[in-house]
Structure formats: structure tokens, C-alpha cells
């Protein structure tokens, strides 16, 4: 043998010992590179598609395609201002709170009145606790602060002691971690904006393929035999309310204009079951911004601010008119009967103690000038009751034993002493389209179900507001952002167990 032959026949040895070596060391990402050779798709990139993604990659090490035809990430995941409920979790324990999985499904059921499916509330009772570990341990989430929000019978609803609102924090910090993915390893993460869905193909029963239009317009296929779809609800589109809630359509709305209901409409046209699809929510607090008080785009008042202490006054009577904590049904059909009939307006009224237990959304507000500091003095201008009787009124609220509304709780009060000096924090709402309870019909491992409770194809899942039966007929504040996440890592475990 030559001399040269034997230096490349070296060198090969080398070279195959390397590979050899190397792929000893990473036989995990060889393997799953070879298994899954088709990414699961992913429909929209909301909390559920998040968390459906960050679960597959994450602890599965399996490829996904992410589609939403939004320019960013994050859906209306990124709006949501008061946060996320898990019970019996370690910062209720830490902060002495008495809660269990048990009260959570019963508060959700009673909620619920009679509609949805009772697996899936449970399953979303039980999940909430490894829910919100999961955000603090493998996301670094602080979640160490707890609200009560209406219909709920302890507080269960976590944020962050940080600067960021809940929605906002949580969805960026998954959103970070997908695209520092699809940085480092492109294989196992793409991420597609502007990518509108228009077809999912099924042969035999099994998912073959989804086919959309990129950002420019040009139709694209990706063959899969997984597809989530968590691509939002249909608050904004005057159509499907006009169909299922015809009631509403005129209400103004806390949904973009991304929310119109794509993926019920192929859903059904694959064959899926839609199920409570006529169970819209209405939020009872959107702010009326002064400078466009007309607008059909209002921003949510969240239910954080009545859950630490705001009160909502008639501005006919300039008193109290309800339970704040009531469920949302209960807290909006009181604001449209008995205030103002053209416009159905309220004014949600704050303490200093409210201000500085939520500074951060607060002040935002401020900035937005969709809440005012002022006095119970000046507030007494624009109602007909005089400061000394508007300070009684908040005094009452703050004092009584025995609330005459029997709210549960009345944390963060007015003081000891109100008069017509007391500062306080004074904000416009009125009812507003905000959840639409209904969607595809799924069972508790998110496969989408027909008409006879059994999965229309292998392969097909939802997760997030697409689906019904989480809610029934009315939601509890703070479940939306926990669906996301339960179903949403229920639908990658699903997947991960079938491959």
C-alpha cells in the first residue's frame, strides 16, 4: 500500500472514530433525529401553543413546526392582566392560604351552571398545581403573589412580584425559550409568522399533512401525522357571533383582530364536534378610554382590581350594586340592569392600598389615562351624592362585618377613616366580549372528538380557548392562561406516549 493511500485511509479511521465517539455521547438527539422525522404542527402561538411546543422539545426531544398567521408571537395570552390559578400550590403553602384541587373543580363546576364537560374541569383542578411548578422551576417564574378573584372560594390566582404583567411574563418567557431554540437548533424548532392555515389532509384516518400560505402568500405544505391546533377563539368576529350569540354582537370586545375563529371552522369541516359554542363570555370591566369613548376595542379592567378591593358604583346612585366577587355572569348582568341603559357604564373605584398592592399594572393604567388619581370629593362632582355620603358609602364597604353584598372578601380597603379628602383611584368600565367558552369537543388527553365521542382522525388535538367543555358556561378569572398550559403539555405527553 502507498504511502498516500495509507495517510487517507488514517485519516478515514479518524474521522469515523470521531463520529463514532460523538455519537456515543449524544445517542439521545441521533435517536430522536431519526424517529421523528416529521415535526408536529403546531396552530398558533398563544399560551396552549407555548406550552404545547416548549413541552414536545423540551422534555420530549421532539421537532415541531409552529404556524400562526400573526407577526409575533404570543397571542391574547399576552394580554392577560390578573394570572393564573393552580390549587393546592406551594405559594398558597408558603403563604398560609387554605385551598385544595377538590374546592378548585367545585368552584369551577358551580361556575360552569350545568354546561361543559366534567373530565376536563377536573383535569383542570388537578393539573393546576404541577402547572404552575412547571412555569416556576423550568421557567424560572416567580408566581409568588396570590389574588381572589370572583367565583373563586380562596386565592388561587398567581402573578410575579416583578414588573411584568402575568400574561405578558409568562408568554415571554416561553417564547424566549422556543426561539433561543429554534436558534441553536433550527431541526427541532421552526417558527412560521404570518402563516395563515387553510387545510388539514387526512388519508385513512391518520394526519398526513397541513398546508398553509406563508408571509407571501405562497401555498406550503408540511407533513406531519400530529397537529395541535390552540389557535384562539372567535371574540372578534362579528360573523360567529352573529351565529351563535347574536345577542352580543354589538358589544364592544377585549379580542384582536387575529381572533376569529379559524380553527372551529376547520375543525367542524374536518369533522370535529363544536360544543357550546352559544357560551360567550362577557367580561363585566373593559375601561372606557375617555379620548375614544366609542371604540370597539376596549382594554380589560382585570379582575384583579375588584379581587384586591376596587368597588363598582352606580353612577345614578353613586353607590354600590353588587357583589365585585360574583362570578362574571352575575357581575355583568347587575352593571347592565341597573346601570345606565345606553351604554351600561360603571365607575370601578380604588384605595391607595389596591394601588400599591398592584403599582405596576396600576400605574400602567395611569399612564394609558384609563385610570385617574383623584379624591372621593371630586368623584362626588360627577355623581349625585355629596363627598360626605360618597365617603360614607366607602366607609361601609371598608368597616361592615357584614357586607350586604356578602363578599368574600374586602382585603385592601378604603381605611378606618374615609372622607372627602381620601385619595382614591377612579377608572370608567363597561361589559365587554372577552372568552368564548365554546370549540372543538376534546377528551382529557385533548384528542379532538366527533359527534360520537370518538377521535375524527389519528393525530388530531386541541388545546386553549379552540376547544370546549374546559368552562361550561361562564369562566372563572384566571383559568384561561391555566388551560393553555394543561392542555397545552397534555397534548405534547399525548403525543409523546402514542410515538
Same mark, same amino acid.
Given at each position: 500500500m502507498s504511502s498516500r493511500r495509507k495517510f487517507y485511509t488514517l485519516v478515514?479511521?479518524?474521522?469515523?472514530?470521531?463520529?463514532?465517539?460523538?455519537?456515543?455521547?449524544?445517542?439521545?438527539?441521533?435517536?430522536? &433525529? %431519526?424517529?421523528?422525522?416529521?415535526?408536529?404542527?403546531?396552530?398558533? +402561538? /398563544?399560551?396552549? *401553543?407555548?406550552? @404545547?411546543?416548549? =413541552?414536545?422539545?423540551?422534555?420530549?426531544?421532539?421537532?415541531?413546526?409552529?404556524?400562526?398567521? &400573526? %407577526?409575533?408571537?404570543?397571542?391574547?395570552?399576552?394580554?392577560?392582566? +390578573? /394570572?393564573?390559578? *393552580?390549587?393546592? @400550590?406551594?405559594? =398558597?403553602?408558603?403563604?398560609?392560604?387554605?385551598?385544595?384541587?377538590?374546592?378548585?373543580?367545585?368552584?369551577?363546576?358551580?361556575?360552569?351552571?350545568?354546561?361543559?364537560?366534567?373530565?376536563?374541569?377536573?383535569?383542570?383542578? @388537578?393539573?393546576?398545581?404541577?402547572?404552575?411548578?412547571?412555569?416556576?422551576?423550568?421557567?424560572?417564574?416567580?408566581?409568588?403573589?396570590?389574588?381572589?378573584?370572583?367565583?373563586?372560594?380562596?386565592?388561587?390566582?398567581?402573578?410575579?412580584?416583578?414588573?411584568?404583567?402575568?400574561?405578558?411574563?409568562?408568554?415571554?418567557?416561553?417564547?424566549?425559550?422556543?426561539?433561543?431554540?429554534?436558534?441553536?437548533?433550527?431541526?427541532?424548532?421552526?417558527?412560521?409568522?404570518?402563516?395563515?392555515?387553510?387545510?388539514?389532509?387526512?388519508?385513512?384516518?391518520?394526519?398526513?399533512?397541513?398546508?398553509?400560505?406563508?408571509?407571501?402568500?405562497?401555498?406550503?405544505?408540511?407533513?406531519?401525522?400530529?397537529?395541535?391546533?390552540?389557535?384562539?377563539?372567535?371574540?372578534?368576529?362579528?360573523?360567529?357571533?352573529?351565529?351563535?350569540?347574536?345577542?352580543?354582537?354589538?358589544?364592544?370586545?377585549?379580542?384582536?383582530?387575529?381572533?376569529?375563529?379559524?380553527?372551529q371552522q376547520l375543525i367542524e369541516k374536518l369533522g370535529g364536534k363544536l360544543i357550546d359554542m352559544s357560551e360567550v363570555q362577557v367580561h363585566p370591566t373593559g375601561f372606557v378610554d375617555p379620548s375614544d369613548p366609542h371604540s370597539n376595542w376596549k382594554f380589560l379592567a382585570a379582575e384583579a382590581l375588584r379581587g384586591l378591593g376596587g368597588v363598582l358604583l352606580n353612577p345614578l346612585t353613586g353607590r354600590r350594586f353588587v357583589n365585585e366577587l360574583g362570578t362574571r355572569d352575575v357581575v355583568t348582568a347587575a352593571i347592565q340592569s341597573k346601570c345606565p341603559q345606553d351604554d351600561n357604564k360603571a365607575l370601578l373605584v380604588m384605595s391607595e392600598a389596591v394601588y400599591a398592592n398592584y403599582k405596576n399594572n396600576m400605574d400602567f393604567y395611569i399612564f394609558k389615562k384609563l385610570i385617574r388619581k383623584t379624591t372621593v370629593a371630586e368623584l362626588a362632582n360627577n355623581v349625585p351624592i355629596s363627598a360626605s355620603e360618597l365617603a360614607s358609602e366607602l366607609q361601609t364597604y371598608s368597616s361592615e362585618a357584614s357586607d350586604i353584598f356578602n363578599r368574600v372578601s374586602r382585603i385592601n380597603n378604603f381605611g378606618t377613616e374615609v372622607d372627602e379628602n381620601t385619595k382614591i383611584y377612579v377608572g370608567e368600565i363597561t361589559p365587554v366580549v372577552h372568552f368564548t367558552m365554546g370549540g372543538a369537543k376534546i377528551d382529557e388527553h385533548t384528542r379532538i372528538l366527533d359527534s360520537f365521542d370518538k377521535p375524527i382522525a389519528e393525530g388530531l388535538f386541541a388545546a386553549g380557548e379552540v376547544s370546549g367543555g374546559v368552562h361550561g358556561a361562564n369562566r372563572l378569572g384566571g383559568s384561561s392562561l391555566l388551560e393553555c398550559v394543561v392542555f397545552g403539555r397534555t397534548a405534547a405527553d399525548t403525543i409523546a406516549a402514542k410515538l
Open positions: 478515514i479511521c479518524i474521522a469515523l472514530f470521531l463520529v463514532l465517539r460523538r455519537t456515543a455521547n449524544t445517542g439521545t438527539e441521533v435517536k430522536m &433525529a %431519526s424517529k421523528y422525522s416529521n415535526p408536529v404542527v403546531i396552530i398558533g +402561538s /398563544g399560551l396552549a *401553543g407555548l406550552s @404545547t411546543a416548549n =413541552q414536545l422539545v423540551l422534555k420530549h426531544k421532539i421537532p415541531i413546526v409552529l404556524l400562526d398567521k &400573526a %407577526s409575533s408571537l404570543g397571542g391574547n395570552s399576552i394580554k392577560a392582566s +390578573s /394570572g393564573i390559578n *393552580g390549587a393546592f @400550590t406551594g405559594t =398558597q403553602k408558603s403563604l398560609d392560604v387554605e385551598d385544595s384541587e377538590i374546592a378548585f373543580y367545585q368552584d369551577t363546576v358551580s361556575s360552569a351552571k350545568n354546561a361543559g364537560v366534567r373530565t376536563l374541569m377536573s383535569k383542570l383542578a @388537578t393539573d393546576s398545581s404541577s402547572a404552575i411548578s412547571w412555569l416556576q422551576q423550568d421557567f424560572s417564574l416567580k408566581l409568588d403573589l396570590l389574588a381572589q378573584l370572583g367565583g373563586h372560594s380562596a386565592p388561587r390566582t398567581h402573578r410575579s412580584s416583578g414588573k411584568l404583567p402575568p400574561g405578558f411574563e409568562i408568554v415571554q418567557a416561553l417564547s424566549n425559550s422556543l426561539k433561543s431554540l429554534s436558534e441553536s437548533n433550527p431541526q427541532m424548532v421552526q417558527i412560521h409568522l404570518n402563516s395563515k392555515v387553510f387545510d388539514v389532509k387526512i388519508v385513512d384516518k391518520k394526519v398526513t399533512s397541513v398546508e398553509y400560505y406563508d408571509q407571501d402568500g405562497v401555498a406550503q405544505r408540511v407533513h406531519t401525522e400530529n397537529v395541535v391546533f390552540c389557535s384562539g377563539g372567535f371574540g372578534f368576529s362579528k360573523e360567529l357571533l352573529d351565529k351563535y350569540a347574536p345577542a352580543l354582537k354589538n358589544l364592544p370586545t377585549t379580542n384582536g383582530a387575529q381572533t376569529t375563529g379559524d380553527g
